[in-house]
């Protein structure tokens, strides 16, 4: 269940299609939405950039007590922020109280991972880039 819930998360986010970025505002009713079994995922931004050959942006909001998979790594850099809610960060092996205004920064391949332990949804916005 867990790694069939990693997989579906991790497929859709690499579904980059290869179209160059346009620069545009988009507001939340704009982003594809999918509802996972651990909340919602909002990919905002998803393509090839003029700096970067991939770039996802969006949002997920994380059920209480979930994670939308177990901490993992991948080739890309990743930035996360805390908007709403409280949890847990795993990055490179410490584990960090986080909350509204928290942001973390992780770089390609180390292990890292986001848990919702509060009783709230925990709303955080992502970005993630290979170049
Ligand atoms: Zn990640």
New binding site residues.
């Given amino acids: 269940m867990a790694a069939a819930a990693a997989f579906s998360f991790a497929s859709r986010i690499q579904a980059a299609d290869s179209a160059k970025l346009q620069s545009v505002t988009l507001d939340a009713a704009q982003a594809k939405v999918t509802h996972e079994p651990f909340g919602d995922l909002a990919i905002y931004f998803n393509g090839a950039t003029d700096q970067v050959g991939s770039m996802t942006a969006g949002s997920l909001r994380l059920k209480a007590g979930r994670s939308p998979h177990p901490p993992?790594?991948?080739p890309?850099e990743?930035f996360m922020v805390i908007t709403e809610g409280n949890g847990e960060i795993l990055v490179d092996g410490k584990m960090t109280q986080v909350g509204p205004g928290s942001m973390m920064y992780?770089a390609g391949g180390k292990i890292?991972g986001i848990f919702n332990t509060g009783t709230e949804p925990l709303l955080f916005y992502?970005y993630?880039w290979k170049v």
């Fill in positions: 993992h790594q991948h890309e990743e992780c890292h992502f993630k």
